[in-house]
């Protein structure tokens, strides 16, 4: 299956600072890629979809100023999580599209906000 | 609305075979898909169904029908290892990909 790579894997920063989350697609170029929380013991929340060139679209109740999506290029997205807090804190997932049939996630980074 | 809807959680013995059901409503579809997800870890795809019928991959079998808005990932010879979530998630009409909750699958010795 492609490869979808996420950087860092586990991020602990302090209060009020900001996040960045690398999400890239390593052997295919993505078309769409999406961002998820995920709470404890609960299933994946879809915060946003980014597509390459274009501004992504946020999910209900998601706050675009403070989770800032950047799609670059096909391979690669970020996610900044700017001035976090403590209940940011929460494990986020990317995926990738190939097509509109295949999805790729990536490994996961687990924010800690102290 | 859009929903799908599966188990919480389900138990099962090593060696047995269990099955997850899902069933969804969504404004058109453009396929089923079911992933594994381990406590800590991103999911990871198991199968995707488009069409009627049963999907076969080693030990994993996923069946899809499209009538009647259903879907099941069958599990053969469990280990230990399969102790693992489930999640049932479908394209709809928009092809965007709808998740459900994640059936929690606990395998007893």
């Known amino acids: 299956g492609a490869v979808v790579s996420q950087h860092p894997s586990w991020v602990i920063c302090k209060s009020g600072t900001s996040v960045k989350i690398e999400c890239r697609s390593l052997d295919f170029q993505a078309t769409t890629m999406f961002w998820y929380r995920q709470f404890p013991k609960q299933s994946l929340m879809l915060m946003a979809t980014s597509n390459e060139g274009s501004k992504a679209t946020y999910e209900q109740g998601v706050e675009k100023d403070k989770f800032l999506i950047n799609h670059a290029s096909l391979t690669l997205s970020t996610l900044t999580v700017t001035s976090a807090h403590p209940e940011d804190s929460s494990f986020y997932i990317c995926?990738?599209?190939?097509?509109?049939?295949?999805?790729?996630f990536g490994q996961g980074t687990r924010l800690t906000v102290v | 609305g859009q929903n799908i809807d599966q188990p919480t959680e389900m138990t099962a013995t090593e060696g047995a075979i269990v099955q997850i059901n899902c069933t969804y409503q969504t404004s058109g579809f453009n396929g089923l898909f079911w992933y594994q997800q381990h406590a800590g870890e991103a999911p990871t795809f198991l199968s995707y169904n488009v069409l009627d019928g049963l999907e076969e991959k080693g030990r994993f079998s996923s069946f899809l029908s499209r009538s009647k808005g259903y879907s099941y990932l069958l599990l053969k010879e469990l280990q230990m290892k399969d102790s693992a979530s489930y999640l049932c998630?479908?394209?709809?009409?928009?092809?965007?990909?709808?998740w459900g909750a994640g059936t929690k699958l606990i395998i007893k010795p």
């Open positions: 998630a479908v394209k709809d009409g928009n092809y965007q990909l709808i």
């Open positions: 995926s990738a599209e190939r097509g509109t049939t295949e999805a790729f």
